[in-house]
């Protein structure tokens, strides 16, 4: 099934998503296959049904954020092209990619994008800020019904106390960088996919 | 060396007081000695010598064995206190050095006293005694995240690294001897030779934690290395023993089977090791789930089980270290969860204390055991090779493995890594008990393993322990920077695992976070059901965080302030001001916050709402009770088993939350505009009455009708909440109720059933709108009311009652002050009596019932005039939102009315 799959995908079209991605051949043609056996309609594009059938997703607190974060504003629609431009962002962070000149654009994984990803799952209506309200959902979904919501309530102050600069009882993105700045979102932030 | 001549001093004083003492070491022949201190001694100090009743007896004997090792810890522990008296020298010489050296001079003392050296690290006491504290505590607290995410780098380094060193060393010393290098008077062949190679490869847990804890290296490379030096226990056991027996039967007996019987001793030794560890971690978790009455020796169960799991594999010949390490790792997110926030303190600062200790008495005596003349066989060429190999072996295992594993590693092992993990490959004392364990019939060259031994683990703990830290600086390894999480870390970083893992599946990867995730599931559906207390189990793991991370800010602030007991002055917060926080969430957490501390009293009074004189009565009850008493007034208490919250306690806490409340009031309003802060006043005082009052008047329906079901009305839903908080309380703080009334677990279901709620509405909006949410049950609020329960035999001195449902639990009184810190602070009851708010509420509101009369208050307690005046034009002000809410209002009071007329 691999070697069916990778047939269809044509050689320049693995030049470019290598480029854009820094995904490896193999790599990409692995990830053709998984794309493929995903897209259970054949038309070489994944809808959010297609998403939701992995069976693993619905026990993931975030799940549906995650399927959400696959699909361009406005589609319902991805291409493998699109598929691999998210999927790019839990790229390790290579060595041989840190010295590497600041012109070229900065990669789909970089620590910034890596961060923007998270970011934009807390964002819901995309106006660069996490708003109290935002937080308290992706927070009321990793947490347990147990708690309660004044608990949550003071939770979600406190977390945006904290990382709130200005003063506008919102995260912006920059804010939410800072807070993380500490981190090793590099690592915390990447998986390995199989050569 | 001003250090040195501090460190000789207690030495003076030891080998003074010693003299005679430390014949009866255990080592030496007591009966004699005893003898002859005992004349010493009887000479000098009693006067009645020679027969009759002595007066003053010297029953040195008696005490002998306690005394000396009494003594020792002493020593011990002022030779810390001595070390760390110079800033300047600890940063560049590491304690164990130091240590190390102390027992060098302390066993030379010994030897010119006794012309004998009676002290040395004797294997069962390191075995059984001071390796397991110092492991114990190692793996009780064990990073586990860190540990698991590199697990795979810890156990090829622990295994095949051990094993790499343990053969090549032994094979090289062999090729050695053979060329001539070695002298011929080490009597040893091949085994003996990887024997030694084995007990010489591994590194030791003591050493690396006590050089590297000092070098702070970041936490990869260190859990790394320690992780290695834990796990590769199993291997040096098992190479041990098998080299032992072939020993004993010497090479020329040894069969095929019987390195496949090695290999299977490996595996037996390894995973049962593990298994009766995490065996052992489930018990001690699932003891803990009931010692709810027993807080005292709570941590009592945790030494014991995690000792026997260390004592159990020792007695099954399994490895004990692997055991301990995955006993305390295994129970420790459970245990933790289970025990009181005391017993955790307990245990952490006992298990610290004895570690340290061990460890220091482990290097002492290490020292000790060097000055010891019939030890030393000194063959230069032996320890030359032998340090050369370990080295070189170690550096090239480290290299070759690191190179593998950079494979398959996220993060790659730079080559500063390998550096330090090459040169932290310390030896240490469970080399050195190891060799001395050797059967000198068996292994004639014996004395030179320990000799040789000696010189290891002096030249790895001593020099490469001075010399890590310039290098580690030199080659700018980055740092751990010993950090506590922020909460906004705690919540991102766990977005980040629950996306690792969802991209994982999509990948289609069954990777370490699909593995993880599961792993997770698992322990949540059944693990956690299991091994933790209901109430536990039903807190969300981010709400403990949260609680941790504020307990640490207030302990900050006041570390910082100072002056902790002047100001009660109740200052009403700014939480208000934000303006996206809708209004019911802080009327829930007025609720939350009166109907759960002090509001107990608002209670009371309402129960009786009848005749005045009983109100009056009640009222000074209350008073008198819940006034602070001048510190005089209170009585000490004492009993061995149950260590009491008690008045003073309480007391105390209670000012301190207000004052800790105040204080973070103020530093957030220097952040936030004034005028804001202001407005925000008005307007929490606004929202203090309407609290208030609904907690005035449901409290009055539920107790006439418990059938009353209000549907979906707030009051009620507001009342769960309540409830649920309160429950949350008392359940863990109160010991006894928890079962007798078995309330809680019934509320939790009630309480489950807004996971159908759609996910679409912000949670905040849903504690008014949702109309998913099932009616409670009515009791569960009720009976969970710590005053509901005692109704009937009520003393009249309610802050009787309430000292015992206050949290045994520091912790649960933090929960309670910092929660209200980001919401609004609750007035101090029993200093501001609420009648005449509520009354003034009842104006407002027109209540069906005329409220009740405001019971006399005492002159310091009344409101000034102007002041209520002040209040009651801020509720005006606040008219509109206070409008939306009148028709629950109304709705609860005419309930309240049908209700009583109906009983």
Redesign the interface.
């Known amino acids: 099934m691999g070697s069916r799959a990778s047939s269809l995908l044509r050689e320049e079209d693995i030049e470019e998503i290598k480029k854009e991605t820094g995904f490896s051949h193999s790599q990409i043609t692995r990830?053709y296959s998984?794309f493929h056996?995903?897209d259970k309609g054949e038309n070489g594009a994944l809808s959010r049904e297609d998403?939701q059938r992995?069976p693993?997703?619905a026990?993931?607190?975030?799940?549906?954020r995650?399927i959400n974060a696959?699909f361009p504003e406005g589609e319902d629609q991805v291409n493998f092209r699109g598929f691999m431009r998210t999927?790019a962002h839990?790229r390790?962070v290579e060595?041989n990619e840190k010295n590497k000149d600041p012109s070229a654009g900065e990669p789909l994984n970089s620590r910034n994008n890596k961060l923007l990803?998270?970011f934009r799952?807390y964002d819901l209506d995309r106006d660069d800020k996490i708003?109290?309200?935002e937080l308290?959902?992706?927070?009321?979904?990793?947490?347990?019904?147990?708690?309660?919501?004044?608990?949550?309530?003071?939770?979600a102050?406190?977390?945006i106390?904290?990382?709130d600069t200005n003063?506008d009882?919102c995260i912006s993105f920059s804010e939410f960088i800072k807070?993380?700045e500490?981190?090793d979102?590099e690592?915390?932030?990447?998986?390995?996919?199989?050569h | 060396m001003l250090c040195f001549t501090w460190l000789l001093l207690p030495l003076l004083l030891l080998s003074a007081a010693r003299q005679a003492p430390a014949d009866l070491s255990a080592t030496g022949q007591p009966g004699h000695a005893l003898a002859r201190s005992a004349e010493d001694h009887e000479d000098g100090g009693a006067s009645h010598h020679g027969g009759g009743y002595k007066i003053v007896q010297w029953e040195w004997s008696y005490v002998q064995t306690p005394y000396i090792i009494a003594i020792w810890l002493l020593v011990a522990s002022v030779a810390k206190i001595l070390f760390h008296f110079s800033q300047r020298f600890t940063t560049v010489v590491p304690e164990s050095c130091v240590l190390i050296l102390l027992g060098l001079v302390l066993g030379a003392v010994v030897l010119i006293a006794n012309k004998k050296q009676l002290y040395q690290l004797d294997p069962g006491l390191f075995f059984l005694f001071l390796l397991p504290t110092i492991v114990g505590d190692a793996g009780y607290f064990m990073p586990s995240r860190l540990f698991f995410d590199n697990l795979g780098a810890i156990l090829m380094y622990a295994v095949v690294g051990t094993l790499w060193n343990a053969f090549c060393t032994g094979f090289c010393l062999y090729g050695v001897k053979l060329a001539g290098v070695i002298d011929d008077k080490v009597q040893a062949g091949l085994m003996e030779f990887l024997l030694f190679g084995a007990l010489i490869s591994a590194v030791d847990p003591v050493a690396v934690l006590a050089v590297f804890e000092e070098v702070h290296v970041n936490e990869m490379l260190f859990i790394i290395v320690f992780g290695e030096s834990l796990l590769n226990d199993a291997v040096t056991v098992v190479l041990y023993k098998v080299y032992i027996s072939f020993v004993e039967v010497g090479p020329g007996n040894v069969q095929t089977a019987d390195y496949f019987k090695g290999v299977a001793s490996f595996l037996v030794v390894s995973i049962g090791g593990t298994m009766v560890g995490l065996i052992f971690a489930v018990i001690l978790a699932f003891i803990t789930r009931f010692t709810k009455k027993v807080r005292i020796i709570e941590p009592l169960f945790i030494f014991l089980l995690v000792y026997l799991a260390y004592l159990t594999a020792e007695l099954f010949s399994l490895s004990a270290i692997l055991s301990m390490t995955f006993c305390g790792i295994g129970c420790n997110k459970y245990v933790e969860a289970n025990i009181s926030q005391k017993s955790r303190t307990t245990v952490k600062y006992t298990m610290k204390t004895l570690a340290s200790i061990a460890e220091t008495i482990i290097f002492i005596f290490l020292g000790i055991s060097a000055v010891d003349k019939s030890k030393w066989a000194w063959d230069t060429g032996l320890i030359a090779c032998t340090l050369i190999f370990i080295f070189v072996f170690r550096a090239m295992g480290v290299v070759g493995q690191t190179w593998i594993l950079n494979k398959f590693r996220l993060v790659p092992l730079e080559k500063i890594d390998q550096v330090v993990m090459s040169y932290g490959g310390l030896r240490g004392a469970v080399a050195f008990a190891l060799v001395v364990l050797l059967d000198g019939e068996q292994v004639k060259a014996k004395d030179y393993f320990v000799a040789t031994t000696i010189v290891v683990v002096f030249f790895t703990v001593m020099f490469q322990g001075l010399t890590i830290k310039p290098l580690v600086k030199w080659l700018k390894v980055p740092r751990s920077t010993n950090r506590k999480p922020t909460i906004n870390e705690e919540i991102h970083e766990r977005a980040f695992d629950h996306i690792l893992a969802a991209i994982e599946d999509i990948a289609g990867l069954n990777g370490y976070h699909h593995w993880r995730d599961k792993w997770e599931q698992f322990d949540k559906n059944y693990l956690s059901k299991l091994l933790l207390r209901k109430s536990v189990y039903h807190k969300s793991e981010l709400w403990e965080a949260y609680q941790k991370i504020n307990i640490r800010d207030a302990i900050s602030v006041i570390d910082q302030g100072g002056n902790i007991l002047t100001s009660a002055r109740l200052s009403l917060p700014s939480m208000a001001s934000r303006t996206s926080f809708p209004e019911v969430t802080n009327v829930t957490n007025y609720l939350r916050e009166n109907g759960s501390g002090v509001c107990l009293d608002l209670q009371v009074i309402d129960t009786n709402p009848g005749a005045k004189v009983e109100e009056e009565t009640e009222t000074h009850h209350v008073l008198a009770g819940n006034l602070y008493k001048p510190r005089r007034r209170y009585q000490s208490h004492y009993s061995r088993h149950f260590m009491t919250v008690g008045d003073q306690e309480r007391q105390e806490r209670e000012v301190f939350q207000r004052n800790m409340r105040n204080r973070l009031e103020s530093f957030k309003s220097t952040h936030y505009k004034r005028h804001k802060k202001d407005r925000s006043q008005k307007k929490a005082r606004a929202q203090l009455h309407l609290s208030q009052l609904l907690l005035l008047l449901t409290s009055r329906v539920k107790p006439t009708n418990t059938q009353l079901r209000l549907g979906m009305t707030q009051a009620e839903l507001v009342l769960k909440r309540e409830g649920c908080s309160e429950e949350n309380k008392g359940e863990r703080s109160e010991p006894d109720k928890d079962e007798d009334v078995g309330i809680t677990f019934v509320a939790r279901k009630g309480s489950e059933t807004p996971k159908e709620r759609p996910k679409s509405v912000p949670a905040a909006l849903e504690v008014c709108q949702s109309p998913s949410v099932a009616p409670p049950s009515p009791t569960c609020g009720e009976k969970n009311l710590p005053w509901k329960g005692g109704i009937g035999t009520l003393p009249p001195c309610v802050s009787v009652e309430a000292t015992k449902i206050i949290p045994i639990d520091l912790q649960q009184a933090w929960n309670q002050s910092i929660s209200s810190l980001e919401s609004l602070a609750s007035p101090p009851v029993p200093q501001e009596p609420q009648h005449p708010r509520v009354s003034a509420l009842y104006r407002l509101s027109g209540p069906p019932r005329p409220p009740p009369p405001p019971p006399p208050v005492p002159g310091q307690f009344q409101f000034p005039g102007g002041k209520e005046e002040e209040e009651e034009s801020a509720l005006s002000q606040q008219q509109e939102p206070w409008l939306k809410k009148q028709p629950i209002l109304s709705q609860l009071c005419t309930e309240t009315k049908r209700n009583q007329h109906s009983t």
């Open positions: 990830l998984r056996s995903l998403f992995i693993e997703l026990i993931n607190p975030l799940g549906d995650i696959f999927l839990f390790p060595d990803f998270a799952l708003s109290r309200d308290l959902q992706v927070l009321r979904m990793m947490v347990g019904v147990n708690i309660s919501d004044e608990q949550l309530g003071s939770i102050d406190r977390t106390q904290e990382a003063g009882m807070v993380l500490k981190v979102v690592q915390k932030m990447s998986i390995r996919f199989l």
